[in-house]
């Protein structure tokens, strides 16, 4: 399977592309010279310990959170900032930051959907709200992406009423309503019971199977072996180790790599 | 030890000497009176003009403490340090002084020159002429004041909402303005109405300061007839029996509001839905049911849910 998605991997710019980006909260140095780069179609499942820096780094992709240094670009724009005339970097305007961001679908760890909506009008919300599209349409295709994510009969229901993994299947249905291209995932199943924990997976691993473009924090080891074409490992907001998931997890080569694993394995 | 005794039933018997010529009012007080004008004409319009300038206060207040919050926010020092300016010194001297501060300046208000001539109050049917001018540096006044309190309740109210929601709808691509719009405003209202509420039944109090400066609101009429003949406490009476009826009447409507707007944070869906009369005495309906009607009072934790 992940062949298949390597051939179909379209050549050209990649879809992320990082370069050298450090970002600090205060004096504390959360990210110290991040470079990667992720391909159209490729999902990348980045692991480490917590305060690795792998959720910020998610978060900086779609300027959630400011970069202090380096550049980064989601299919060809630099995110967050834009590059004057002469050369400089300057803060770009909230509604072109908006803009990319609709095109990049975020899915958090405590789901965050809208309370004082239901289910389906949480995934109607942005598409009638940011894109314009006529109601019936929208309504159409949440419906849509409800029986896709296995809760259309949860359409009318408020997210009080959903258990965790609905909530969280939900939460990626809204994302997937405005036809993102890039998909990230901030660490979906940690606040769920084991339980539920799998219809999660199972909706995450179809999405990477239909071959959207996937950066998935996540402690799921058993997923980012089975659906990761790469796995990045990261430590105290570096990269420590990079490569495909039978590699890093059956031959790591470095030490902190090796001592993480053990601990999580 | 006897001394000490001595000393507070003494105390106790002066008090109690007091109390019962206030209740019995040393035998001067006229019932008559009271009930022949608690609905006088004048005393009519007085609790008329009181709503209004309540109501009118209200709403700009609050808008003026939602405007504060965005100007605490803003990207401009100078407008930073004037929202701190404002609150500093509207919370900070008496309402009193701000209304005769304002009344002052009322007749600088030259546009209010040519609204005066055209005698609003009269043409409105009421009977007499209230000076413009001065109703609206009380209104002023009013909103100004409220405003500096508001925007400690819509910052609070805001705050209050997680700030994922806020991430939620950046992520899908709103612009903070859109969001705030669509998804952290309306849920603040909820945590916003109880305060708001409380406020108001403040502010309809507070209105009957504008008495010192004549607007013809409830207790400048009350006072105003008391003069005529002599009878103050009689129309003292009148006046608080007026106050309490709007007071109880606004609590009656902030419960409506407030179970409207799901005030209290539980799941729609678990709303007690009975009849008002049921709701309130507890009692079971020809249907019969729990003491809540079979529903539940607290929302359920799902399963699988860590809170």
């Known amino acids: 399977m992940n062949e298949d ?88 305007t909230e509604k072109n930051i908006a803009r990319i961001r609709a095109e990049i679908g975020m899915v958090f760890q405590r789901f965050n959907l809208f309370p004082h909506m239901t289910a389906l009008e949480n995934v109607m919300e942005a598409p009638i709200q940011v894109k314009r599209t006529p109601k019936d349409q929208a309504e159409a295709r949440a419906r849509g992406l409800l029986r896709k994510v296995g809760l259309e009969q949860k359409a009318d229901a408020y997210p009080a009423r959903l258990s965790g993994g609905q909530q969280q299947r939900v939460a990626i249905a809204r994302a997937l309503a405005m036809d993102p291209k890039l998909m990230l995932f901030d660490e979906a199943t940690s606040a769920l019971d084991p339980e539920l924990v799998g219809e999660v997976l199972k909706v995450m691993r179809q999405l990477a199977e239909e071959g ?16 990761a074409d790469r796995v990045i490992f990261m430590d105290g907001g570096v990269i420590v180790e990079e490569g495909q998931p039978e590699q890093v997890f059956s031959a790591p080569q470095q030490e902190r790599t090796q001592t993480f694993l053990r601990m999580i394995l | 030890m006897n001394a000490i005794i001595q000393f507070f039933l003494t105390l106790l018997h002066a008090i109690v000497q007091f109390f019962v010529t206030i209740v019995t009012l040393n035998g001067q007080f006229d019932w008559s009176r009271v009930v022949e004008n608690l609905f006088a004409r004048i005393i009519i319009e007085g609790v008329i003009i009181t709503i209004i300038l309540a109501v009118l206060s209200q709403f700009i207040g609050s808008v003026i403490g939602l405007l504060l919050y965005f ?37 600088a208000l030259h546009l209010a020159q040519p609204l005066i001539q055209l005698h609003i109050f009269l043409k409105l049917g009421f009977s007499q002429d ?44 709103m612009t903070y303005w859109l969001g705030m719009r669509r998804i952290v405003l309306p849920q603040a209202l909820r945590v916003i109405v109880p ?105 359920p934790v799902l399963e699988g849910e860590r809170r």
């Open chain 1, 5 to 92: 998605r390597a051939s179909a991997a379209i050549n050209g710019l990649p879809m992320v592309d990082a370069r050298d980006i450090h970002k600090s909260f205060h004096h504390n140095e959360v990210l110290r010279g991040i470079t990667m780069q992720v391909r159209k179609g490729e999902v990348v499942v980045m692991i480490g310990p917590s305060g690795s820096g792998k959720t910020t780094f998610l978060r900086c992709i779609n300027h959630l959170e400011k970069i202090n240094k380096g550049k980064l670009y989601v299919d060809g724009e630099l995110v967050g900032y834009r590059e004057t005339p002469d050369g400089k970097i300057a803060e770009d």
């Open chain 1, 212 to 227: 959207m473009t996937m950066v998935v924090v996540t402690h799921e080891m058993g997923f980012a072996r089975e659906v």
């Open chain 2, 71 to 107: 100007a605490r926010r803003s990207d401009l020092a100078i407008l930073r340090r004037f929202v701190g300016l404002y609150v500093w010194f509207f919370r900070g001297t008496p309402l009193l002084v701000q209304i005769l501060f304002l009344n002052e300046l009322a007749p």
């Open chain 2, 130 to 173: 209230i000076p413009v001018d001065a109703f609206i540096a009380t209104c002023i006044a009013l909103s100004l004041n409220e405003g500096a309190y508001m925007a400690e309740i819509v910052r609070a109210g805001i705050d209050a909402i997680d700030t994922g929601q806020m991430e939620a709808a950046k992520s899908l691509g």
């Open chain 2, 195 to 299: 305060p708001l509420g409380n406020e108001f039944n403040s502010m309809l109090k507070s209105t009957s300061l504008a008495y010192v400066i004549g607007v013809g609101d409830l207790l400048g009429s009350s006072k105003a007839l008391a003069s005529s003949f002599f009878a103050f406490l009689e129309l003292y009476t009148v006046a608080a029996i007026w106050y309490l009826a709007l007071t109880t009447g606004w609590g009656l409507i902030q419960a409506q509001i407030e179970r409207r707007v799901n005030a209290s944070n539980i799941d729609p869906a678990l709303l007690d839905k009975r009849p008002w009369w049921q709701r309130m005495t507890g009692l079971r309906g020809p249907t019969g049911g729990g003491p809540t009607g079979g529903v539940p009072i607290e929302a």
